[in-house]
C-alpha cells in the first residue's frame, strides 16, 4: 500500500484473458525513480511482456535519477536500464546470521567516538535525515521516513547535538536502512542494530543489504561470522551518492 501510494505513474499490471501475469511498481523518492519490483508469470517471459511492463512504468519519469535493484540473473531489465544510459554501478550484499554475543558486540561498538542516541522522529528530524539521505542515498525519502518511523525501531545518533547518522531496525531482524555522516560511523551504529534486535524485539538472528561499496560493514559483518546469502546490483544513472556510508532496507525500498 505504501509502494502504491507513492509510485510516480501508478501500479502496472499485465493480463491474460483477465487474469493478471505480470506487475511493475515503480517507487518516487524525492529526486529519484525507482523500479521496485517486475514480476512475470514464467510461462510468459520471453515475450517481451517484461519490457512492455518497465517502458509504461517509466513513460513519465521525468527528469530525476533513475535506479532499481536488480538481479544478476535478470538479463532482460539489466538491458532494458542500458538502453537507458543507467548502468549497473554497485553490488548490493545481502549478509545475515546469528547474533554474536555482547562481548562481541561492545567491541565492535568501541572507537573514539561517543555518540547519543535518541528515537527518531520523522518530522523533528527531517532536515537531518534529508541531508544524509542525499549525501548516501541519492535523493531525500520524507514519505519513506513516516513509514519505517511507523513498524520499525528508529534511532538517531548525534555528537555534541549534530546528528551523524540514523538506522532502523525491524521486528524480523531487518537492521536498516542505516546512514552515516563518515564511514567510520558505520559499524558502531551496526553494533547498536544488532543490540537493538536482540533486546527490543528478542532476536537472534539479523539480516541487511549492504553496497559492496560498504567495505567496513562487510568486514565488520564477516569478522563476527555472518554470512553472504546473495548479491543484487544497484543501478543508477547518477553517480552522486556515497553508498561507502548507507544500509538498504529491502529491495521495493532500498
Not at 535478470?74 to 555482547?102: C, D, H, M, W, Y
Not at 541531508?131 to 541519492?138: H, I, K, P, S, V
Given at each position: 500500500m505504501h509502494l502504491a501510494s507513492v509510485a510516480p505513474n501508478g501500479t502496472w499490471i499485465a493480463r491474460d484473458d483477465g487474469t493478471v501475469i505480470?506487475?511493475?511498481i515503480a517507487h518516487a523518492?524525492?529526486?529519484?525513480w525507482y523500479l521496485s519490483d517486475l514480476f512475470l508469470e514464467p510461462s510468459f517471459r520471453g515475450q517481451g511482456l517484461g519490457l512492455r511492463l518497465l517502458a509504461e512504468a517509466a513513460r513519465d519519469a521525468g527528469d530525476v535519477t533513475r535506479s532499481g535493484l536488480l538481479e544478476p540473473a535478470e538479463l532482460g531489465a539489466i538491458a532494458f536500464f542500458?538502453?537507458?544510459?543507467?548502468?549497473?554501478?554497485i553490488p548490493v550484499l545481502t549478509i545475515a546470521g546469528n547474533i554474536p554475543k555482547e562481548e562481541r558486540l561492545a567491541a565492535l561498538a568501541a572507537g573514539a567516538h561517543r555518540f547519543q542516541t535518541e528515537p527518531l522522529?520523522?518530522?523533528?528530524?527531517?532536515?537531518a535525515l534529508d541531508a544524509l539521505d542525499r549525501?548516501?542515498?541519492?535523493?531525500?525519502?520524507?514519505?519513506?521516513?513516516?513509514?519505517?518511523?511507523l513498524n520499525?525501531?528508529?534511532s538517531v545518533f548525534s555528537i555534541n547535538g549534530e546528528v551523524v547518522g540514523y538506522a532502523y531496525v525491524w521486528p524480523d531482524g531487518t537492521i536498516g536502512p542505516l546512514a552515516a555522516a563518515s564511514p567510520s560511523y558505520v559499524?558502531?551504529?551496526?553494533?547498536?542494530g544488532m543490540v537493538t534486535v536482540a533486546r527490543t524485539h528478542a532476536g537472534s538472528w539479523c539480516r541487511l543489504l549492504v553496497p559492496a561499496?560498504?567495505?567496513?560493514?562487510?568486514?565488520?559483518?564477516?569478522?563476527?561470522e555472518l554470512k553472504i546469502e546473495g548479491v543484487s546490483l544497484f543501478a543508477s544513472d547518477s553517480d552522486m551518492a556515497d553508498m561507502s556510508r548507507y544500509v538498504g532496507y529491502h529491495r521495493l525500498l532500498f
Amino acid at each position: 500500500m505504501h509502494l502504491a501510494s507513492v509510485a510516480p505513474n501508478g501500479t502496472w499490471i499485465a493480463r491474460d484473458d483477465g487474469t493478471v501475469i505480470g506487475i511493475a511498481i515503480a517507487h518516487a523518492l524525492q529526486d529519484e525513480w525507482y523500479l521496485s519490483d517486475l514480476f512475470l508469470e514464467p510461462s510468459f517471459r520471453g515475450q517481451g511482456l517484461g519490457l512492455r511492463l518497465l517502458a509504461e512504468a517509466a513513460r513519465d519519469a521525468g527528469d530525476v535519477t533513475r535506479s532499481g535493484l536488480l538481479e544478476p540473473a535478470e538479463l532482460g531489465a539489466i538491458a532494458f536500464f542500458a538502453r537507458r544510459r543507467v548502468p549497473a554501478r554497485i553490488p548490493v550484499l545481502t549478509i545475515a546470521g546469528n547474533i554474536p554475543k555482547e562481548e562481541r558486540l561492545a567491541a565492535l561498538a568501541a572507537g573514539a567516538h561517543r555518540f547519543q542516541t535518541e528515537p527518531l522522529e520523522p518530522l523533528r528530524h527531517r532536515y537531518a535525515l534529508d541531508a544524509l539521505d542525499r549525501e548516501t542515498r541519492g535523493s531525500a525519502r520524507h514519505d519513506d521516513h513516516l513509514y519505517f518511523a511507523l513498524n520499525a525501531s528508529g534511532s538517531v545518533f548525534s555528537i555534541n547535538g549534530e546528528v551523524v547518522g540514523y538506522a532502523y531496525v525491524w521486528p524480523d531482524g531487518t537492521i536498516g536502512p542505516l546512514a552515516a555522516a563518515s564511514p567510520s560511523y558505520v559499524v558502531p551504529f551496526f553494533a547498536f542494530g544488532m543490540v537493538t534486535v536482540a533486546r527490543t524485539h528478542a532476536g537472534s538472528w539479523c539480516r541487511l543489504l549492504v553496497p559492496a561499496i560498504n567495505a567496513r560493514l562487510v568486514y565488520a559483518a564477516c569478522d563476527v561470522e555472518l554470512k553472504i546469502e546473495g548479491v543484487s546490483l544497484f543501478a543508477s544513472d547518477s553517480d552522486m551518492a556515497d553508498m561507502s556510508r548507507y544500509v538498504g532496507y529491502h529491495r521495493l525500498l532500498f
